[in-house]
């Protein structure tokens, strides 16, 4: 950004460095932005940014199993709720009666950051799902929910699986289907009670 790009004003007056940082603290509300769904589950809890993290990490990760483009995929999902900062989060059962303006709310985020364009682009490739990175970042949001509800179920939740067998029929790629079926089949504890590193396992139990 150049110095005289930097000046350049919204209609509120601020310059587009201002508009920069504000944007910034608006993505901070993320950290104090619940998912909701969990007060329907019982247990559990997380954070939007919390979820964006996990999704775009698991999008790069399902790019990479199909050959996709990984940065874009990993910028789909990253900023794929950016909007709950003004929306807040809206599980299934709230989006039964009350609507919401996902796009509205972030261009009025987006207006004078000069990123309008390339983010926007974003929000509605994620929207159409015409792309395959598209849908595999679709697949990584419903993903890193799945990741989470087996946790809840690993640690005595009995309507975790309830809600992952309602996550998995959601999946649309083959690739989402496979790594679900992994996650679904894995205890969450054994990357690192089972893992190679468990050595410090078994050297506390007199093996090693």
Same mark, same amino acid.
């Given at each position: 950004m150049t110095e005289a790009s930097s000046r350049i004003v919204d209609m509120?007056?601020?310059?587009?460095?201002?508009?920069?940082?504000?944007?910034?603290? @608006?993505v901070s509300m993320l950290r104090r932005t619940p998912r909701t769904g969990y007060q329907f589950l019982g247990s559990g809890a997380e954070n939007v940014a919390e979820h964006s993290f996990g999704a775009a990490v698991i999008g790069y990760v399902l790019a990479a199993m199909a050959g996709a483009d990984r940065p874009r995929t990993a910028l789909l999902c990253l900023f794929h709720d950016i909007h709950e900062a003004r929306t807040g989060d809206f599980n299934y059962v709230n989006k039964l009666y009350d609507t919401h303006d996902a796009r509205r709310a972030l261009e009025d985020g987006l207006r004078g950051t000069g990123l309008r364009a390339d983010v926007m682009a974003l929000h509605d490739e994620l @929207?159409?799902?015409?792309?395959l990175e598209a849908r595999l970042a679709q697949d990584a949001d419903q993903l890193d929910l799945m990741v989470n509800l087996k946790e809840l179920k690993d640690l005595g939740n009995p309507y975790a699986g309830k809600w992952l067998d309602c996550a998995l029929e959601r999946l649309r790629t083959e690739e989402g289907r496979e790594l679900a079926r992994a996650v679904m089949s894995t205890d969450h504890t054994d990357w690192w009670f089972l893992g190679p590193e468990a050595c410090w396992w078994e050297r506390k139990n007199g093996k090693g």
């Open positions: 509120s007056g601020r310059d587009r460095r201002t508009r920069l940082a504000d944007f910034l603290f @608006e @929207e159409e799902a015409a792309s």
